[in-house]
Protein backbone atom coordinates (compact mmCIF):
# COMPACT_ATOMS: atom_id res chain seq x y z
CA UNK A 1 0.00 0.00 0.00
CA UNK A 2 1.18 3.37 -0.58
CA UNK A 3 2.22 5.88 2.07
CA UNK A 4 3.59 9.20 3.05
CA UNK A 5 5.41 10.56 5.30
CA UNK A 6 6.65 14.03 5.88
CA UNK A 7 9.17 14.84 8.48
CA UNK A 8 8.78 17.52 10.86
CA UNK A 9 4.91 18.70 11.57
CA UNK A 10 6.33 21.81 12.23
CA UNK A 11 8.79 24.19 10.47
CA UNK A 12 10.16 27.36 11.46
CA UNK A 13 12.11 29.81 9.16
CA UNK A 14 13.01 33.59 8.99
CA UNK A 15 11.54 35.55 6.31
CA UNK A 16 14.41 35.35 3.38
CA UNK A 17 15.46 32.06 4.15
CA UNK A 18 15.28 28.77 2.56
CA UNK A 19 11.98 26.91 2.75
CA UNK A 20 12.62 23.23 2.53
CA UNK A 21 9.48 20.64 3.32
CA UNK A 22 10.49 17.18 3.25
CA UNK A 23 8.34 13.94 1.78
CA UNK A 24 8.82 10.66 1.12
CA UNK A 25 6.88 8.17 -0.68
CA UNK A 26 6.19 4.12 -0.58
CA UNK A 27 5.29 2.85 -3.33
CA UNK A 28 5.92 -0.37 -5.41
CA UNK A 29 5.87 2.07 -8.77
CA UNK A 30 6.47 5.66 -8.90
CA UNK A 31 3.23 7.35 -8.07
CA UNK A 32 1.82 10.96 -9.19
CA UNK A 33 3.11 13.08 -6.41
CA UNK A 34 1.42 16.23 -5.58
CA UNK A 35 2.12 18.93 -2.92
CA UNK A 36 -1.06 21.25 -1.95
CA UNK A 37 -1.01 24.59 0.37
CA UNK A 38 -3.74 24.91 3.18
CA UNK A 39 -4.20 28.71 4.41
CA UNK A 40 -6.03 28.97 7.66
CA UNK A 41 -9.90 28.06 7.45
CA UNK A 42 -9.91 27.46 4.09
CA UNK A 43 -9.45 24.54 1.35
CA UNK A 44 -5.76 23.15 -0.21
CA UNK A 45 -4.91 24.61 -2.93
CA UNK A 46 -2.32 22.47 -5.27
CA UNK A 47 1.15 24.41 -5.35
CA UNK A 48 2.36 21.90 -8.15
CA UNK A 49 2.54 18.26 -8.95
CA UNK A 50 4.67 15.68 -10.48
CA UNK A 51 3.09 13.63 -13.59
CA UNK A 52 5.90 12.59 -15.98
CA UNK A 53 8.98 14.42 -17.68
CA UNK A 54 11.32 16.32 -16.07
CA UNK A 55 11.87 15.75 -12.26
CA UNK A 56 12.23 19.80 -11.20
CA UNK A 57 8.64 21.10 -11.12
CA UNK A 58 8.10 24.50 -10.86
CA UNK A 59 5.21 26.02 -9.08
CA UNK A 60 3.03 28.46 -7.87
CA UNK A 61 4.24 31.24 -5.81
CA UNK A 62 8.13 30.88 -6.39
CA UNK A 63 7.88 27.11 -4.68
CA UNK A 64 9.43 24.01 -7.01
CA UNK A 65 9.91 20.67 -6.18
CA UNK A 66 12.16 17.58 -7.19
CA UNK A 67 11.02 13.79 -8.02
CA UNK A 68 14.33 11.69 -7.05
CA UNK A 69 13.45 8.16 -7.26
CA UNK A 70 16.14 6.66 -5.94
CA UNK A 71 15.67 8.22 -2.95
CA UNK A 72 11.54 7.99 -3.21
CA UNK A 73 11.04 11.88 -2.27
CA UNK A 74 9.65 14.56 -3.76
CA UNK A 75 10.88 17.60 -1.34
CA UNK A 76 9.53 21.18 -1.80
CA UNK A 77 11.52 24.15 -1.33
CA UNK A 78 11.45 28.30 -1.90
CA UNK A 79 14.52 30.25 -1.93
CA UNK A 80 12.97 33.02 -0.33
CA UNK A 81 10.20 32.35 2.43
CA UNK A 82 7.85 35.31 2.90
CA UNK A 83 5.16 35.82 5.57
CA UNK A 84 2.65 34.92 3.60
CA UNK A 85 3.99 31.78 3.12
CA UNK A 86 2.56 30.70 6.60
CA UNK A 87 0.43 27.71 6.15
CA UNK A 88 0.23 23.95 6.20
CA UNK A 89 1.51 22.15 3.56
CA UNK A 90 0.49 18.38 2.25
CA UNK A 91 2.34 16.18 0.16
CA UNK A 92 0.33 13.54 -1.31
CA UNK A 93 0.55 10.64 -3.73
CA UNK A 94 -1.99 8.87 -6.44
CA UNK A 95 -1.78 5.89 -8.72
CA UNK A 96 -0.81 6.41 -11.52
CA UNK A 97 -3.58 6.66 -14.22
CA UNK A 98 -6.48 7.11 -11.87
CA UNK A 99 -8.63 10.24 -12.15
CA UNK A 100 -6.83 12.50 -10.17
CA UNK A 101 -8.71 12.92 -6.83
CA UNK A 102 -8.14 9.77 -4.93
CA UNK A 103 -4.95 10.94 -3.16
CA UNK A 104 -2.70 9.73 0.06
CA UNK A 105 -1.93 12.18 2.10
CA UNK A 106 1.13 13.28 4.74
CA UNK A 107 0.26 14.44 7.86
CA UNK A 108 0.52 17.86 7.07
CA UNK A 109 3.82 20.32 7.94
CA UNK A 110 3.01 23.81 9.35
CA UNK A 111 5.21 26.42 8.27
CA UNK A 112 5.85 29.33 10.47
CA UNK A 113 7.28 32.41 8.83
CA UNK A 114 8.87 34.64 11.40
CA UNK A 115 9.61 38.19 10.41
CA UNK B 1 -12.08 27.84 -5.64
CA UNK B 2 -13.73 26.07 -8.31
CA UNK B 3 -17.33 26.26 -8.21
CA UNK B 4 -17.39 23.67 -5.10
CA UNK B 5 -19.67 24.65 -2.53
CA UNK B 6 -19.91 22.76 1.14
CA UNK B 7 -22.97 23.33 3.45
CA UNK B 8 -23.11 23.83 5.90
CA UNK B 9 -19.87 25.40 7.11
CA UNK B 10 -20.33 24.58 10.42
CA UNK B 11 -22.30 22.17 12.34
CA UNK B 12 -22.51 21.01 15.90
CA UNK B 13 -24.71 17.83 16.84
CA UNK B 14 -24.92 15.48 19.14
CA UNK B 15 -24.13 12.16 19.86
CA UNK B 16 -26.28 9.45 18.10
CA UNK B 17 -28.30 12.02 15.90
CA UNK B 18 -27.98 11.56 11.90
CA UNK B 19 -25.82 14.37 10.08
CA UNK B 20 -25.80 14.81 6.34
CA UNK B 21 -23.40 17.33 4.27
CA UNK B 22 -23.71 18.60 1.05
CA UNK B 23 -21.50 19.03 -1.41
CA UNK B 24 -22.62 20.77 -4.66
CA UNK B 25 -20.33 21.66 -7.45
CA UNK B 26 -21.07 24.10 -10.77
CA UNK B 27 -17.90 22.29 -12.78
CA UNK B 28 -19.41 19.46 -14.08
CA UNK B 29 -16.69 17.05 -12.92
CA UNK B 30 -17.58 13.52 -13.34
CA UNK B 31 -15.59 12.54 -10.12
CA UNK B 32 -16.37 14.03 -6.17
CA UNK B 33 -15.07 12.53 -2.95
CA UNK B 34 -15.27 13.15 0.99
CA UNK B 35 -12.39 13.41 3.15
CA UNK B 36 -11.68 14.48 6.67
CA UNK B 37 -9.07 15.97 7.73
CA UNK B 38 -7.87 15.46 11.41
CA UNK B 39 -4.38 16.60 13.55
CA UNK B 40 -1.58 14.40 12.68
CA UNK B 41 -3.55 12.57 9.98
CA UNK B 42 -3.73 14.55 6.91
CA UNK B 43 -6.81 14.07 4.92
CA UNK B 44 -8.17 10.63 4.45
CA UNK B 45 -10.59 9.31 2.16
CA UNK B 46 -14.28 8.39 3.47
CA UNK B 47 -16.02 7.93 0.16
CA UNK B 48 -15.82 8.21 -3.52
CA UNK B 49 -18.21 9.17 -6.67
CA UNK B 50 -17.50 8.10 -10.55
CA UNK B 51 -20.27 9.02 -11.86
CA UNK B 52 -24.48 9.68 -10.40
CA UNK B 53 -25.39 6.44 -8.55
CA UNK B 54 -21.63 5.00 -9.15
CA UNK B 55 -20.10 5.04 -5.49
CA UNK B 56 -17.02 3.48 -3.41
CA UNK B 57 -15.34 3.20 -0.56
CA UNK B 58 -12.39 5.03 0.43
CA UNK B 59 -9.73 4.42 3.55
CA UNK B 60 -12.04 5.61 6.45
CA UNK B 61 -15.69 4.68 5.44
CA UNK B 62 -16.92 3.21 7.98
CA UNK B 63 -20.05 4.82 9.98
CA UNK B 64 -20.13 7.35 6.61
CA UNK B 65 -22.53 6.27 3.56
CA UNK B 66 -22.75 8.80 0.25
CA UNK B 67 -25.42 9.17 -2.34
CA UNK B 68 -24.95 11.53 -5.82
CA UNK B 69 -28.55 11.06 -7.25
CA UNK B 70 -27.63 13.87 -9.60
CA UNK B 71 -24.10 15.28 -11.29
CA UNK B 72 -23.64 18.38 -9.01
CA UNK B 73 -24.54 16.67 -5.57
CA UNK B 74 -22.39 14.74 -3.50
CA UNK B 75 -23.49 14.09 0.20
CA UNK B 76 -22.13 12.49 3.01
CA UNK B 77 -24.47 11.18 5.71
CA UNK B 78 -23.00 9.57 9.22
CA UNK B 79 -26.14 7.65 10.21
CA UNK B 80 -25.33 7.66 14.34
CA UNK B 81 -23.06 10.76 14.74
CA UNK B 82 -20.12 9.35 17.22
CA UNK B 83 -17.73 11.63 18.87
CA UNK B 84 -14.82 10.25 16.85
CA UNK B 85 -16.78 11.83 13.93
CA UNK B 86 -15.46 15.41 15.08
CA UNK B 87 -13.38 16.75 12.46
CA UNK B 88 -13.17 19.01 9.37
CA UNK B 89 -14.42 17.19 6.20
CA UNK B 90 -13.45 18.73 2.98
CA UNK B 91 -15.13 17.87 -0.83
CA UNK B 92 -13.11 17.50 -3.46
CA UNK B 93 -13.93 17.46 -7.42
CA UNK B 94 -11.97 16.13 -10.53
CA UNK B 95 -12.56 15.27 -14.07
CA UNK B 96 -10.28 13.49 -16.92
CA UNK B 97 -10.51 17.17 -18.55
CA UNK B 98 -8.21 18.45 -15.78
CA UNK B 99 -6.02 15.55 -15.41
CA UNK B 100 -4.41 14.56 -12.50
CA UNK B 101 -5.70 17.76 -10.65
CA UNK B 102 -8.46 17.51 -7.70
CA UNK B 103 -10.21 20.79 -6.65
CA UNK B 104 -11.28 21.11 -3.07
CA UNK B 105 -14.36 22.47 -1.23
CA UNK B 106 -14.21 24.94 1.63
CA UNK B 107 -14.76 22.37 4.23
CA UNK B 108 -17.49 21.37 6.74
CA UNK B 109 -16.03 22.06 10.52
CA UNK B 110 -18.51 19.05 12.12
CA UNK B 111 -18.39 18.74 16.04
CA UNK B 112 -20.31 16.24 17.67
CA UNK B 113 -21.32 16.40 21.67
Known amino acids: AQSVTQLGSHVSVSEGALVLLRCNYS??????LFWYVQYPNQGLQLLLKYTTGATLVKGINGFEAEFKKSETSFHLTKPSAHMSDAAEYFC?????????????FGQGTELSVKP | DAGITQSPRHKVTETGTPVTLRCHQTENHRYMYWYRQDPGHGLRLIHYSYGVKDTDKGEVSDGYSVSRSKTEDFLLTLESATSSQTSVYFC????????????FGQGTRLTVV
Open chain 1, 92 to 104: AVSDRGNQGGKLI
Open chain 1, 27 to 32: SSVPPY
Open chain 2, 92 to 103: AISDLREVNEAF
